[in-house]
C-alpha cells in the first residue's frame, strides 16, 4: 500500500488559513487522494479528495502537486471547531479501504 | 437523512466472553468496512463488505473476530472469548460502492472495554 507522510502536529490562529501538508512520493497513477478528519471522541468525517486537479468545496481545498507527489489540505479560515486530526489516505484500485496513518493534529488558538 | 448507526454505544464485558457489535449502514451503500481504534491511535482496517460478501478479511486480527453482513444491510462483528488487548473503539463505515474515489461515511462507533 503506498503510503503518506504528515507532521504530527500543527497550530495555527483562529480565522487565518491553515496548509496541511501530506507527501506520498509512491502514490500510483490511479491512486486518490482522500482527506478525513476526526474531531474528538468522533468518528472520522470526510474532507475532501482529489485525483490530478485542484479540489475545492464547501470545507476545504486540495491543491495537489503536478507530480502528484504530495498535497496539501487547505483550510481557509481556520474556526475552533476545525480542531481535529487530519489524514491524508491514498485509495486505489484494489486498495479501498483506508489505511489511517498517525495523521496531523490540528490546534487552533483563539 | 440518516446516517450510519451502531449498537451499543458503549459495550463493558469480563474477558473470555463473546460480544456482538452492530451496524446499520445508509441505505443502498453496497460497501460496509469495519474498522478498530485503540485508545490514542490510528484506525485499523479489520474487514469490508461488497454487498454480503467479503473479499478482504486481512484486517482480521485473530480467529477470534468474525464479521457478516446480511441483506446488503445489517453488519454483526463478533469477537469471541474476548481479551484486554481487545479494548477499542470499533468503527462501521458504509459507501455507495467498493470504490477508491467513494466517500466513506463513518458511524460513531462501539466502545469496547474488556476487563
Known amino acids: 500500500d503506498a503510503k503518506t507522510t504528515q507532521p504530527n502536529s500543527m497550530e495555527s490562529n483562529e480565522e487565518e488559513p491553515v496548509h496541511l501538508p501530506c507527501n506520498h512520493s509512491?502514490?500510483?497513477?490511479?491512486?486518490?487522494i482522500h482527506w478525513y478528519r476526526q474531531l474528538p471522541s468522533q468518528g472520522p468525517e470526510y474532507v475532501i479528495h482529489?485525483?490530478?486537479s485542484n479540489v475545492n468545496n464547501r470545507m476545504a481545498s486540495l491543491a495537489i502537486a503536478e507530480d502528484r507527489k504530495s498535497s496539501t489540505l487547505i483550510l481557509h479560515r481556520a474556526t475552533l471547531r476545525d480542531a481535529a486530526v487530519y489524514y491524508c489516505i491514498l485509495m486505489g484500485f484494489g486498495n479501498e479501504k483506508l489505511t489511517f496513518g498517525t495523521g496531523t493534529r490540528l490546534t487552533i488558538i483563539p | 437523512g440518516a446516517g450510519v448507526s451502531q449498537s451499543p454505544s458503549n459495550k463493558v464485558t469480563e474477558k473470555g466472553k463473546d460480544v456482538e457489535l452492530r451496524c446499520d449502514p445508509i441505505s443502498g451503500h453496497t460497501a460496509l468496512y469495519w474498522y478498530r481504534q485503540r485508545l490514542g491511535q490510528g484506525l485499523e482496517f479489520l474487514i469490508y463488505?461488497?454487498?454480503?460478501?467479503?473479499?478482504?478479511k486481512s484486517g482480521l486480527p485473530s480467529d477470534r473476530f468474525s464479521a457478516e453482513r446480511t441483506g446488503e444491510s445489517v453488519s454483526t462483528l463478533t469477537i469471541q472469548r474476548t481479551q484486554q488487548e481487545d479494548s477499542a473503539v470499533y468503527l462501521c463505515?458504509?459507501?455507495?460502492?467498493?470504490?477508491?474515489?467513494?466517500?466513506?461515511?463513518f458511524g460513531p462507533g462501539t466502545r469496547l472495554l474488556v476487563l
Open positions: 463488505f461488497q454487498g454480503n460478501s467479503a473479499p478482504d
Open positions: 463505515a458504509s459507501s455507495l460502492l467498493v470504490d477508491a474515489m467513494e466517500t466513506q461515511y
Open positions: 482529489g485525483l490530478t
Open positions: 509512491t502514490i500510483s497513477g490511479t491512486d486518490y
